[in-house]
């Protein structure tokens, strides 16, 4: 009777609001289950190995109670209560088994976690899954059926329809594979084993166009969110053994999945061991992106250059592996990192590739004049209104004169205003939704400069300055390298403000020397012009037929040198015209 008001006390204390016939019910089942504990109670304090928050309900209530009982009974007998006195000796549980046991209390305290005993003729299985991270489709249709022809755990993976089944009683790795969308499933009476089987189900959105690497010709395909659905997209179009993926997992919170992608036999080992070296050398809590990648690897984290090319096109990534380059994916992240690079490759944009080389090589040395404006224009703009009035042709002077004779700011002033407006229009365009986005952009960009030249806060020739040395910066295919031609451009106007056109000339040779420290991976920034590579040229600020470029870039140091060799297509071309 004793027994009965104990257990009758602990199914009250959780509030559960029963009808007293049920729970009087309730507390006999209970009572039945713990008969084998009967006197440890009638003479020890006792205690659950639960808490009440993990009871939502009479049903986990019994659960709870039935599942802890066996396991407790069946782990060599230790007793679910507290002994203050020991005067009953029970012998102690293994180290594995009390992980295990540490385990699935962590476990049973998460909302999203789901366990629940399945009978099979007298054994009593407990399955459990984080229920976001699975299908239960699969667990219905092609886990529990099978259960019932259930004999042991070594028969069960040639019972079940599903592959991947891992046999283990590491507390580690059970709990690495629930978050991989896995099952575990063990005999409540034995502990030693647990199996783990895959009923996860990969939830990401489908492969779209690339967003930012937009281009008219060409494949259509980006990168999405899924590590295995990218290496997917680079494999199809290197369909071949020498290409080779390590895969790390960094991140002591995030356990994020990171692979390094190369060709073996073409790539430089050297630079392969550099990349997985500083990898492995992690120690983070989180990697959610590959920008965290990018920051912690570079050569120069003090540098506002990126070192590593960002892409979503798989396309460039199998390109550039054939060229002796490494990869580098991350899971969860639509972009890819490419190294080792030079400061001219930010200029490329892939679609140059499948253009004619004469357009390829316009539009390349477009780009890269484009940029040298949009540094110097605004600065040099400043140096001449502030100290070199002379240098003013004759029939521009009256024009600058009257434009700025209404204005009270200095040309310094003047500049950073319309500068900082262009990159608040810039940001509020790039967080609103898109088209919401594209009208601030457009209309918010009219408004404000009309409004500040008739104000008189600015004057006409500089607002289209800098307009033009906006729109200069954006054709920068990488977003990266973009964010830096616009962020150094106002060092550069400080300097035009105080020391005229010979600050501007100290900065660039400042931003020069700069660069020729950079480095990619151990690679010079600013190859193939330094060290000079006169092969490498071929492919640089212009692009040369293909028939020029029959070897791979020196500056890579690639093991197999060879991209083609077109003597060999000649003489197969001959032969078949003979």
């Known amino acids: 009777m004793d027994t009965y008001i104990k257990i009758r006390d602990f199914v009250q204390q959780f509030g559960l609001k029963i009808h007293p016939i049920k729970r009087m019910l309730l507390v006999i089942k209970a009572l039945s289950v713990f008969t084998e504990y009967a006197r440890y109670l009638e003479k020890e304090e006792y205690h659950f190995p639960?808490?009440?928050r993990m009871v939502r309900s009479k049903?986990?209530?019994?659960?709870?109670?039935?599942?802890?009982?066996?396991?407790?009974?069946?782990?060599?007998?230790?007793?679910?209560?507290?002994?203050?006195?020991?005067?009953?000796?029970?012998?102690?549980?293994?180290?594995?088994?009390?992980?295990?046991?540490?385990?699935?209390?962590?476990?049973?305290?998460?909302?999203d976690f789901t366990q629940f005993t399945y009978h099979v003729n007298e054994t009593s299985l407990c399955i459990g899954y984080y229920t976001p991270l699975i299908d239960t489709e699969i667990l219905h249709r092609d886990i529990l059926p099978y259960l019932k022809k259930w004999e042991s755990f070594a028969s069960l993976s040639s019972v079940l329809p599903i592959e991947e089944v891992i046999l283990t009683a590491d507390a580690a790795t059970i709990q690495e594979n629930l978050l991989k969308g896995y099952i575990f499933i063990f005999n409540v009476n034995n502990l030693k084993q647990v199996c783990l089987v895959k009923a996860g189900v990969e939830r990401t959105r489908q492969v779209s166009l690339p967003e930012v690497e937009f281009s008219v010709v060409g494949p259509k395909e980006s990168f999405v969110e899924a590590l295995d659905t990218n290496i997917n997209l680079i494999r199809k179009r290197l369909p071949m053994p020498e290409f080779t993926v390590k895969e790390l997992i960094i991140g002591k919170l995030s356990k994020t999945r990171v692979s390094v992608l190369y060709i073996d036999g073409i790539a430089n080992k050297e630079n392969v061991n550099t990349v997985i070296q500083r990898l492995s050398d992690l120690d983070i809590d989180q990697i959610m992106d590959s920008s965290y990648i990018t920051q912690l690897i570079q050569d120069n984290q003090n540098s506002p250059f990126p070192q590593l090319i960002d892409t979503e096109r798989p396309d460039?990534?199998?390109?550039?592996?054939?060229?002796?380059?490494?990869?580098?994916?991350?899971?969860?992240?639509?972009?890819?990192?490419?190294?080792?690079t030079t400061i001219f490759e930010f200029f490329y944009a892939f679609e140059d590739y499948y253009l004619n080389w004469?357009?390829?090589?316009?539009?390349?040395l477009v780009r890269f004049f484009a940029v040298i404006f949009s540094i110097l224009v605004t600065p040099i703009y400043v140096?001449?209104?502030?100290?070199?009035?002379?240098?003013?042709?004759?029939?521009?002077?009256?024009?600058?004169v009257t434009s700025r004779s209404a204005i009270p700011l200095p040309p310094i002033l003047e500049a950073i205003i319309l500068e900082l407006a262009?990159?608040?229009?810039?940001?509020?365009?790039?967080r609103l939704p898109t088209k919401v986005g594209q009208t601030i952009g457009i209309v918010g960009g009219i408004v404000i400069g009309t409004a500040s030249v008739e104000a008189g806060l600015t004057s006409n020739v500089l607002l289209i300055i800098v307009a033009l040395a906006a729109l200069a910066s954006f054709t920068t295919p990488v977003y990266q390298m973009g964010n830096t031609i616009r962020l150094i451009r106002f060092p550069f106007l400080l300097m035009a403000h105080y020391l005229g056109l010979i600050g501007v000339a100290v900065s660039f040779c400042f931003l020069l020397i700069h660069l020729l420290r950079l480095s990619s991976l151990g690679r010079p920034f600013l190859?193939?012009?330094?060290?000079?590579?006169?092969?490498?040229?071929?492919?640089?600020?212009?692009?040369?037929?293909?028939?020029?470029?029959s070897k791979r870039p020196i500056q890579e140091q690639t093991e197999d040198t060879m991209r083609f060799n077109p003597k060999k297509a000649k003489e197969k071309h001959d032969s078949k015209r003979n």
């Open 50 to 52: 639960f808490l009440a």
């Open 59 to 111: 049903h986990s209530l019994f659960l709870i109670l039935d599942g802890e009982c066996r396991m407790k009974k069946w782990r060599n007998r230790r007793s679910l209560f507290k002994d203050k006195e020991s005067e009953i000796g029970t012998p102690k549980n293994t180290e594995e088994d009390d992980s295990l046991a540490d385990l699935l209390k962590q476990l049973a305290l998460s909302n």
């Open 316 to 340: 460039r990534v199998a390109s550039v592996l054939g060229e002796g380059k490494i990869a580098i994916l991350v899971d969860g992240a639509p972009h890819g990192l490419i190294g080792p």
């Open 358 to 364: 004469a357009v390829a090589s316009f539009f390349r």
């Open 383 to 400: 140096a001449v209104l502030t100290y070199h009035y002379e240098l003013i042709p004759k029939d521009l002077v009256s024009t600058l």
């Open 422 to 430: 262009i990159e608040l229009l810039r940001e509020a365009g790039a």
């Open 527 to 549: 190859e193939p012009f330094y060290p000079p590579r006169i092969q490498d040229l071929k492919d640089s600020l212009i692009r040369l037929p293909f028939s020029m470029q």
